[in-house]
């Protein structure tokens, strides 16, 4: 389980360079992505993801590696928000 904070977001953004104007209100995908592969400890040198809705500010999420080489990421009620898949 993680929640990313405003703070994290923005110093992401500023490391990135990131001028979309949406992630003052969600966080970026890449970003999400990263701290879970991250987090996994995966070795994937390459990734897809799969958007399926936006993480917003603060969500609290959960995420699961599956034994397909894929992860599924969701809110804290089960709703999937995207999907990881090793490339």
Do not use: C
């Amino acid at each position: 389980m993680i929640q990313i904070t405003r703070e994290a977001v923005e110093k992401y953004i500023k490391l990135t360079n990131d001028q979309n104007p949406i992630h003052a209100q969600i966080v970026p995908g890449q970003m999400v992505a990263q701290l879970i592969i991250s987090q996994l400890q995966l070795d994937w040198s390459s990734f897809k993801i799969k958007y399926v809705e936006s993480i917003e500010i603060n969500e609290v999420i959960n995420y699961k590696y599956t034994p397909d080489n894929k992860v599924i990421v969701s809110n804290e009620y089960g709703k999937i928000r995207m999907k990881i898949f090793k490339s």
